[in-house]
């Protein structure tokens, strides 16, 4: 019975190999998008996320396929994407947290999303939990083996050059790597039990602003940008992991930037309450309406280097990682130009 906390993975640098765990490993394409436990009972289905909270009444789409594509009484884990021509699309799917019913059907119906389904919990009266991922796997074929899309059974292998190569391929179809699971392991809700693989890039950004911490007056974020070919900065993301001493040491580091940041700033229009200002600092959040995003500006005179994972559309998947300051790097050179782009890959060709 929901809610249940989905089994986690945590990050590796390298593709671990089979014999790093006693039983082997499972591959599969690591998804981006809204990871979902599915708990179907007849014409009842609750889709729960990963923080528990449901997205049932967000997607009456995926609603409808697991009604029509699922086992009658079943508990499956798996992750709702959007698929578009140029691959899967983040943005789309954060559209659908919206308050309006109307809004949200009215999307589902421009842009159907899909479920992509990797782990079997239960089925029929019988819970699966305690079985190793080897017989959960073997018995999530069989239950989806008559399945058709939306609904889709996640691609796997056991051969670890195969895994390596979709690490690359796959990217360009917006996945951000590859999961490995030990085959002997049972469904361990809220435990990291599997290992994860992204990408890891560096980038020099624009430091155009940031946020104050929700502790105290230190530096909670940098707000970074990026130039694209006609000298518009835009906001990328944000790098937010520092400890607290050097968040405070950040106050006096940033303090010469903060003087008249906001004459002449890229970004001074952006405190207006438009649709376009929703990606904007200081918009609200559709995750947590009650966080605080307001921010300062700085004047877009210094330079960092970030790790980043990958790209979303124009701007940083995840939040980035500080690297070190680039005081050798002239701001208007910090651009587009520099990232590396994904060879595009189709995702008929994963599905195929």
């Given at each position: 019975?929901?809610?249940?906390?989905?089994?986690?993975?945590k990050a590796v640098k390298g593709m671990?190999?089979?014999?790093?765990?006693?039983?082997?490993?499972?591959?599969?394409?690591?998804?981006?998008?809204?990871?979902?436990?599915?708990?179907?009972?007849?014409?009842?289905v609750e889709l729960g996320s990963r923080n528990e909270r449901p997205l049932t009444r967000y997607f009456p789409d995926v609603v409808e396929a697991v009604k029509a594509q699922l086992p009658e009484r079943c508990v499956v884990d798996g992750e709702i994407v959007i698929v578009t021509p140029t691959g899967l699309d983040f943005d789309l799917l954060q559209l659908r947290l919206h308050p309006a019913d109307s809004r949200v059907r009215k999307l589902a119906a421009e842009t159907p999303a899909s479920f992509v389904a990797f782990d079997l919990l239960a089925i029929g009266d019988e819970s699966l939990m305690a079985e190793p991922l080897s017989v959960r796997r073997s018995r999530l074929e069989a239950a989806l083996s008559t399945s058709a899309a939306?609904?889709?059974l996640?691609?796997?292998?056991?051969?670890?050059?195969?895994?390596?190569?979709?690490?690359?391929?796959?990217?360009?179809?917006?996945l951000d790597g590859v999961i490995a699971k030990p085959l002997d392991i049972p469904y361990r809700p809220d435990v990291r039990a599997m290992f994860k693989v992204k990408h890891a890039r560096t980038a020099d950004c624009v430091v155009a602003g940031f946020r104050w911490h929700k502790s105290g007056p230190v530096v909670g974020s940098l707000i970074l940008g990026l130039y694209d070919d006609g000298g518009d900065l835009h906001h990328v993301g944000v790098a937010a992991s520092f400890t607290m001493k050097r968040r405070a040491e950040l106050v006096d580091e940033l303090?010469?930037?903060?003087?008249?940041?906001?004459?002449?700033?890229?970004?001074?229009?952006?405190?207006?309450?438009?649709?376009?200002?929703?990606r904007m600092p200081g918009s609200a959040s559709r995750w947590n309406a009650g966080k605080d995003l307001?921010?300062?500006p700085l004047r877009p005179e210094l330079v960092v280097e970030v790790a980043y994972d990958q790209m979303q559309g124009d701007r940083f998947r995840h939040a980035t990682?500080?690297?070190?300051?680039?005081?050798?790097?002239?701001?208007?050179s910090c651009d587009y130009a520099q990232l590396e782009k994904p060879v595009t890959f189709a995702l008929a060709d994963i599905f195929g």
């Amino acid at each position: 019975m929901p809610p249940v906390s989905p089994m986690l993975a945590k990050a590796v640098k390298g593709m671990p190999t089979p014999d790093s765990t006693p039983a082997g490993l499972l591959y599969e394409p690591k998804w981006d998008g809204f990871r979902c436990i599915v708990f179907r009972d007849g014409d009842e289905v609750e889709l729960g996320s990963r923080n528990e909270r449901p997205l049932t009444r967000y997607f009456p789409d995926v609603v409808e396929a697991v009604k029509a594509q699922l086992p009658e009484r079943c508990v499956v884990d798996g992750e709702i994407v959007i698929v578009t021509p140029t691959g899967l699309d983040f943005d789309l799917l954060q559209l659908r947290l919206h308050p309006a019913d109307s809004r949200v059907r009215k999307l589902a119906a421009e842009t159907p999303a899909s479920f992509v389904a990797f782990d079997l919990l239960a089925i029929g009266d019988e819970s699966l939990m305690a079985e190793p991922l080897s017989v959960r796997r073997s018995r999530l074929e069989a239950a989806l083996s008559t399945s058709a899309a939306p609904v889709y059974l996640t691609p796997a292998t056991y051969d670890v050059a195969e895994a390596e190569q979709w690490f690359t391929a796959f990217e360009g179809a917006g996945l951000d790597g590859v999961i490995a699971k030990p085959l002997d392991i049972p469904y361990r809700p809220d435990v990291r039990a599997m290992f994860k693989v992204k990408h890891a890039r560096t980038a020099d950004c624009v430091v155009a602003g940031f946020r104050w911490h929700k502790s105290g007056p230190v530096v909670g974020s940098l707000i970074l940008g990026l130039y694209d070919d006609g000298g518009d900065l835009h906001h990328v993301g944000v790098a937010a992991s520092f400890t607290m001493k050097r968040r405070a040491e950040l106050v006096d580091e940033l303090a010469p930037y903060r003087t008249d940041a906001m004459a002449g700033h890229p970004w001074q229009a952006w405190g207006q309450a438009t649709e376009e200002a929703e990606r904007m600092p200081g918009s609200a959040s559709r995750w947590n309406a009650g966080k605080d995003l307001s921010w300062e500006p700085l004047r877009p005179e210094l330079v960092v280097e970030v790790a980043y994972d990958q790209m979303q559309g124009d701007r940083f998947r995840h939040a980035t990682q500080f690297v070190r300051w680039r005081t050798d790097r002239d701001p208007a050179s910090c651009d587009y130009a520099q990232l590396e782009k994904p060879v595009t890959f189709a995702l008929a060709d994963i599905f195929g």
